[in-house]
C-alpha cells in the first residue's frame, strides 16, 4: 500500500474561509479531507465539494449525515461529530460506533481539542478547532494523517500549515 494522506479538520464555526484555505492548500495532493462537523455552513454550500462532512450539534440544517464511512484503499474511516455518542462523558459508544464501522481510524470533533489516541486497534483523531480551540492548547488546529501499511502517523497543524510541536503521535497498524 502507498502512503495515503487524510486532512481533518472540525469545528469552523462560521468560518468558511478557514475551511476553504486548507481545502485549496491541499486539494489534488491528498487522499482525502475531511470535517468533523459544526461548520454552520449549508450542506449545499460549494465549499465540500471533495470533502467528506457530517452534522455537528450547531449544524440544524438535516441535509448532513450524521455519520460517514469512508472506504479508502485498505482503509477504512469512520467519522461523526461526537455528541450524539456522549464524547464529553464516555468512550464506550464512540469506540462500539468505529468497531461496528470496522475502522482503522475514528474521527470525531466537537471537544475543540486535539487528541489523537489508539483503542482496540483503531486510532482516534481529534483534530481540534479551526475556530475556538479549548483546553491546554490555545492554537487553531487541524489534522494531517500519514497511513502505511504498518503505521498511522498523525501531525496537527496550525493555520499556517506548520506542525505544531509536542503533539504528533504515531501508531502501529
Request: hydrophobic residues 40%; charged residues 20%; aromatic residues 10%.
Amino acid at each position: 500500500m502507498a502512503e495515503q494522506i487524510l486532512i481533518v479538520m472540525s469545528d469552523s464555526h462560521g468560518a468558511k474561509a478557514v475551511v476553504e484555505k486548507i481545502k485549496e492548500h491541499y486539494q489534488g495532493q491528498v487522499d482525502a479531507i475531511f470535517h468533523n462537523g459544526d461548520s454552520e455552513l449549508a450542506p449545499s454550500d460549494a465549499v465540500w465539494q471533495g470533502i467528506h462532512v457530517v452534522k455537528g450539534n450547531c449544524d440544524y440544517d438535516s441535509g448532513y449525515q450524521e455519520d460517514n464511512i469512508v472506504h479508502l484503499p485498505d482503509l477504512i474511516v469512520a467519522q461523526t461529530h461526537g455528541h450524539l455518542y456522549h464524547i464529553n462523558f464516555i468512550w464506550s459508544r464512540l469506540i462500539k460506533f468505529a468497531q461496528e464501522a470496522q475502522a482503522d481510524i475514528c474521527l470525531y470533533g466537537h471537544l475543540h481539542r486535539a487528541a489523537a489516541w489508539q483503542e482496540e486497534g483503531i486510532v482516534f483523531v481529534n483534530p481540534g478547532s479551526v475556530l475556538q480551540p479549548r483546553g491546554d492548547i490555545n492554537e487553531k488546529l487541524y489534522a494531517m494523517i500519514r497511513v502505511t501499511d504498518t503505521s498511522i502517523k498523525v501531525d496537527f497543524l496550525d493555520l499556517n500549515h506548520q506542525v505544531y510541536p509536542g503533539l504528533s503521535q504515531e501508531f502501529s497498524r
